[in-house]
T-cell receptor, first 117, second 113 residues
């Protein structure tokens, strides 16, 4: 396993277009997270899955954003009608709940950089 | 609301110790983390500390937690040029599940040879 994989690495889109990103977590990990990071800021939590269930969503996740994890493996994050303010790095992370309820490390992917022009 | 604050820049000479500081506001934080981000790379977990601990040491890294003052620090001993990166402090109130981490803006560490 090569770790958390995100595709594409870069995406440039015109304002108003829809975009979809994919995240492939580490294969044995049942938890998957999406974060957004803008320039000069720390990552901001967007949403979290345990298996296929979406358990938590941030207020940052507007109606234009939707995330899925249909089979409890890979996940997609779709942004509809993109706006310039959506330009950011979108980070995916995964972890396993099997190591107990504390100190479970989340492994991050390298992210998808979105530029909306 | 929840907030995590860090100084934005730190510059040290190779071989010196680096101390990166962080303050947080949520007294119910259960775990506090330090992440490292190198250019073009994802986040790497360096270490974490549970809120009932005062100190944790892991090789060159020492984490100190002052829960009363809500202050967390990361000390890197014998800093090397390879330690140059952005270091993020983060807190979690969701046990250790890391379902929802609150990150600071990051401290950019520059190590001069």
């Amino acid at each position: 396993d090569t770790g958390v994989s995100q595709n594409p690495r870069h995406k440039i889109t015109k304002r108003g277009q829809n975009v979809t990103f994919r995240c492939d977590p580490i294969s044995e990990h049942n938890r998957l997270y999406w974060y957004r990071q803008t320039l000069g800021q720390g990552p901001e939590f967007l949403t979290y899955f345990q298996n296929e269930a979406q358990l938590e969503k941030s207020r940052l996740l507007s109606d234009r954003f939707s995330a899925e994890r249909p089979k409890g493996s890979f996940s997609t994050l779709e942004i509809q009608r993109t706006e310039q303010g959506d330009s950011a790095m979108y980070l995916c992370a995964s972890s396993s709940s099997d190591r107990g309820s504390w100190g479970t490390e989340a492994f991050f992917g390298q992210g998808t950089r979105l530029t909306v022009v | 609301g929840e907030d995590v604050e860090q100084s934005l820049f730190l510059s040290v000479r190779e071989g010196d110790s680096s101390v990166i500081n962080c303050t947080y506001t949520d007294s119910s934080s259960t775990y506090l983390y330090w992440y490292k981000q190198e250019p073009g790379a994802g986040l790497q977990l360096l270490t974490y500390i549970f809120s009932n601990m005062d100190m944790k040491q892991d090789q060159r890294l020492t984490v100190l937690l002052n829960k009363k003052d809500k202050h967390l620090s990361l000390r890197i001993a014998d800093t090397q040029t390879g330690d140059s990166a952005i270091y993020f402090c983060a807190e979690s109130t969701h046990g250790g599940s890391q379902g929802n981490l609150i990150f600071g803006k990051g401290t950019k560490l520059s190590v001069k040879p």
